[in-house]
């Protein structure tokens, strides 16, 4: 039989604010320690992964907002979130060719090719805007098509094949347009518009923030669910939490600057959409799996049943696809093509953000968002260059220091990656 006394004992009193500080103070520090143990792992194993780049882009943005006041203005941000489009598109779509530790020499002259093609479609024959956009993307899918099966069933390097196509596409373009030089679009058509075009609600760019920050989450999410059902080793609940929480504190502050000025840009919008898409690709799909196979080593991806003439000559399809769709954001941000449209440094422009974003020229590793951090140092190098009034050669000099800097992290991180027997 229960006491009385029992019953109205005193339940033990709850431990205090200041006795729960201790026990914090400690688990803040095994946090910590823990993840500097991993990151010192990684760090041995050469899996950085974008902390390099991340590094350049923050000195690249201090010193020339030290430099000029306006470089990190709403403005100027805005402009170069736009800037980064045409360019960024190249560069995914080169993504795709070094990840199977090939090189695509061609992207330029496929991008001025399509834009010329819609251009005289469009502007000089009359044909509607959608259906001469459509042609002319198919126009670049048809070249790195070719190409891609000239490789895949000659096996003369990528690099010699795409050389031909640089010359043979620039030729082509050059007797398309024909004697007239220079076509100016139409200023309140569709491809203008494509760079031209704001979402001006503040609604639209915070939006995009909170379902970049969602789908962070829900992606995060369902893969730790998904390997822990494998049985494989999986993210913490706190990392999940701590990757969201980066996403969200970049997105939201980018959605601020961005309505500071004229609001969302549609060009950004749709390079984002393009981007996350071809990510799925490249980490869901069956063909982004024997992309990376590719990368690995192409007689072992053919040992695995894997269709190596089909999927270099994808891979080489996507690159050009792309070239057009790039070519044709570049061709909207300036209202017009010409015969030096795809010319000048664009193809190394493209290359280089690719290889300094961190996707290896080994073949086998990056991601496409690699690319969108390297075209943004290029782009942040080129705008506070013309911002601060730096002559163009030491432009070329910065960039290619940049690049040089990018391809020994990614020279040293394999040798790494292979003394631990990760590659």
Do not use: C
Not at 59 to 80: G, K
Not at 137 to 145: D, F, I, R, W
Not at 181 to 199: H, I, M, P, Q, R
């Amino acid at each position: 039989m229960r006491n009385r006394a029992d019953d109205t004992q005193a339940e033990p009193a709850a431990p205090t604010a200041e006795a729960r500080q201790p026990h914090r103070a400690r688990a803040v520090a095994h946090a910590v320690e823990g993840w500097v143990a991993v990151f010192r792992r990684k760090l041995r194993a050469g899996e950085v992964g974008s902390l390099p780049v991340v590094l350049v882009l923050a000195a690249v943005w201090i010193t020339f907002e030290a430099l000029n006041e306006n470089f990190l203005s709403p403005r100027n941000l805005s402009n170069l979130s736009v800037d980064i489009v045409g360019t960024g598109m190249i560069a995914v779509g080169i993504v795709f060719v070094l990840l199977i530790g090939e090189l695509d020499l061609s992207v330029g002259s496929i991008s001025g090719l399509a834009a010329v093609v819609f251009a005289v479609l469009n502007v000089n024959n009359g044909v509607p805007e959608w259906l001469a956009l459509i042609l002319a993307v198919l126009a670049g899918t048809a070249a790195g098509t070719v190409q891609g099966y000239s490789f895949a069933k000659t096996r003369v390097p990528a690099f010699v094949v795409t050389l031909a196509g640089l010359l043979t596409w620039n030729g082509v373009m050059l007797s398309i347009l024909g004697n007239s030089g220079t076509v100016n679009l139409d200023e309140n058509g569709l491809v203008a518009k494509l760079t031209s075009y704001y979402f001006t609600n503040d609604g639209a760019a915070y939006g995009l923030a909170a379902v970049s920050t969602g789908m962070v989450f829900l992606v995060s999410y369902l893969a730790r669910r998904r390997r822990t059902v494998a049985g494989m080793p999986h993210r913490s609940l706190r990392g999940i939490a701590v990757r969201t929480g980066v996403v969200a504190v970049i997105a939201f502050p980018s959605a601020y600057v961005l309505n500071q000025f004229q609001g969302l840009p549609l060009a950004l919008l749709i390079f984002l959409i393009v981007v996350a898409g071809l990510d799925v690709v490249l980490r869901r799909t069956h063909y982004g799996r024997y992309v990376y196979a590719l990368g690995g080593g192409v007689e072992a991806a053919r040992r695995a049943s894997v269709s190596v003439t089909r999927v270099q000559t994808a891979v080489l399809a996507v690159s050009g696809t792309m070239a057009a769709v790039g070519g044709l954001f570049l061709a909207s941000r300036i209202t017009s093509v010409s015969q030096s449209s795809g010319s000048g440094v664009l193809l190394l422009n493209v290359i280089a953000a690719a290889v300094i974003g961190g996707t290896s020229l080994f073949g086998g590793r990056g991601t496409t968002w690699s690319a969108v951090l390297g075209i943004l140092v290029i782009q942040s190098i080129a705008s506070g260059m013309a911002i601060t009034d730096t002559p163009a050669a030491l432009q070329f000099v910065i960039t290619g220091g940049v690049l040089f800097a990018a391809v020994v992290i990614d020279s040293l991180s394999r040798r790494s990656q292979e003394a631990h027997g990760r590659a």
